[in-house]
């Protein structure tokens, strides 16, 4: 990312701008987890569109809703994750890491994704 992205609720009563490269991208075809794990959502009390959400077990991490920047050309996902679950007629770029399910550990994603990111 060489420019900060900007991004908006869809009503236009919350804007952010990210000014940071994401640590890394990702899409999650998966509505809920297994494990009863707790992730709460951040949104808009105007329209009601969710920005960002933090994990139970994440909580360091900010996962933005990619949906809601600006421009989303410049966002690729570098990892598939639960794509047991994804739609029948979706077919995954080959290169791109994928998961069937979520590995425990968060390095288990980020590796894979910043090789591809490096184009390894």
Not at 19 to 24: G, I, K
Not at 38 to 43: C, E, F, P
Not at 48 to 65: C, D, H, M, R
Request: hydrophobic share 35%; net charge negative; proline share 5%.
């Amino acid at each position: 990312m060489t420019t900060a992205l900007t991004g908006h609720c869809q009503c236009g009563a919350i804007g952010y701008q990210l000014t940071a490269e994401p640590l890394f991208t990702y899409a999650c075809h998966y509505g809920s987890s297994d494990k009863g794990v707790t992730n709460t959502r951040y949104s808009c009390a105007d329209c009601g569109n969710i920005i960002y959400g933090i994990g139970e077990s994440t909580a360091a991490f900010a996962k933005l809703q990619a949906g809601t920047l600006d421009d989303t050309s410049a966002v690729q996902p570098e990892v598939h994750i639960w794509t047991q679950n994804k739609q029948h007629w979706l077919i995954l770029p080959e290169r791109v890491p994928q998961f069937e399910t979520q590995p425990t550990e968060l390095s288990a994603l980020l590796q894979p994704a910043l090789d591809y990111r490096a184009g390894g």
